[in-house]
């Protein structure tokens, strides 16, 4: 459906994809980085500015926060951290107190890297998760002070997308990822009663935010670790399908908009994902990328106009290639996607090593440079 509204704001062209109707122009932005998100690591980072400063300049912020909605991931009041430096890297230990005992996880920060590393899971055992299972189930406290100030620095300028697991991303994060698979071939019940005791705390947590909020995204990640690539499509259904269903039908029914998180290769559960019926799939790993099995074409085809598109473009092409050939391949992706609206251009990740080069930063104008030539309706 065309919009004939206009200008468009950034904020109420990122919703026009979001609900169907075609915008002024294909929306474009970074991944998870804007100049208006409050805190960010890298709006100290020099490097990081050419990127900030062209997405302000031609393109549409998406504001990614968070909300401590689940106590034993995000909640400060129930989770003991304390961090100490190991030669240059930082080394940060997280102790959650049970009543079966304490539970521990180590994660290392490496100087000039945009992310951290795992070093020790919470959950290793089948002894470890029931000292999980014992956590009380009772109510922590959920602060959406944060979230409100992030929302009205924002205004019309960003969309504000909340970023938070489903229920199979927060299990996934107690363990590393083999472990959890092993656990689940070998007892899977153990690893339903975790997931429906995340799931209850979750559901709660996300109707008291839900409750306070209108008009912002809230993005699920998680369910990439049912993907075909990692367990047979059968779990994406026990794991994913049946639990986030609820999660986006309190999202919709609070008037915000559901956004699912999944790279790799989405061939097998692209009728779940159907089904599942969140207003937008995101970021859209695509052919000819190898870790993809589904070409835009095909995408557009079978979801679009059920639900919007966001992504398409691979962050290693934006890494690695030229200007001309991001401007080609731009070009490419909007013939195939932007036809109708429900389309946003977004990257599959963001720059990991620091400092962003010039040639990375080239690319990046490019990018915005050609989605603005090649995105108008």
């Known amino acids: ?8 704001t950034v904020r109420e062209r990122v ?10 122009r294909v929306p474009v932005t970074l991944y998870e980085m804007s100049h208006l998100s409050l805190g960010a690591w890298y709006l100290d980072e020099p490097s990081a500015a050419p990127l900030l400063d062209v997405q302000q300049e031609l393109g549409d912020p998406v504001v ?3 909300v401590n909605i689940v106590k034993w991931i995000e909640d400060p009041y129930a989770v003991r951290s304390s961090s100490e430096m190991v030669g240059d890297s930082t080394i940060t230990t997280q102790v959650i107190g049970t009543p ?7 994660y290392r920060k490496d100087p000039r890297v945009a992310t951290s590393w795992q070093l020790k899971a919470f959950v290793e055992s089948a002894d470890d998760a029931r000292k999980f299972l014992s956590i009380p189930a009772e109510d922590h406290r959920v602060n959406l002070e944060p979230l409100r100030r992030q929302i009205k620095h924002a205004g019309e300028e960003a969309f504000v997308e909340v970023s938070l697991g489903d229920t199979l991303g927060y299990v996934v994060s107690l363990f590393h990822y083999d472990r959890f698979a092993l656990m689940l071939m070998d007892d899977e019940a153990l690893i339903m009663e975790m997931m429906q005791a995340t799931h209850e705390a979750l559901r709660a947590g996300l109707a008291r935010v839900c409750a306070e909020v209108r008009g912002i995204g809230f993005r699920f990640w998680g369910p990439e670790y049912a993907g075909p690539t990692l367990l047979h499509p059968r779990y994406f259904q026990k794991l994913v399908v049946d639990f986030l269903d609820e999660l986006i039908a309190v999202v919709r029914d609070s008037g915000n908009y559901a956004i699912l998180h999944a790279h790799g290769k989405l061939a097998p559960i692209l009728d779940m994902i159907s089904a599942l019926g969140p207003h937008a799939l995101e970021p859209l790993e695509v052919l000819p990328a190898t870790t993809a099995d589904v070409s835009m074409e095909q995408l557009k085809e079978r979801l679009g106009g059920r639900m919007a598109l966001w992504g398409g473009i ?18 490419e992706i909007m013939t195939a996607a932007k036809a109708g609206g429900g389309y946003l251009m977004l990257p599959t990740g963001g720059p990991i090593e620091l400092p962003i080069s010039a040639k990375i930063a080239a690319n990046y104008r490019a990018y915005f440079e050609a989605a603005r030539k090649y995105g108008g309706y």
């Open 1 to 8: 459906m065309v919009d004939s509204h206009h200008p468009f």
């Open 15 to 24: 919703i026009a994809t979001l609900e169907g109707r075609q915008p002024d």
């Open 64 to 66: 990614m926060t968070g």
């Open 100 to 106: 079966k005992g304490e539970l521990t996880a180590a």
């Open 314 to 331: 691979q962050c290693n092409e934006l890494d690695n290639q030229t200007p001309e050939y991001i401007d080609r391949r731009v070009r």
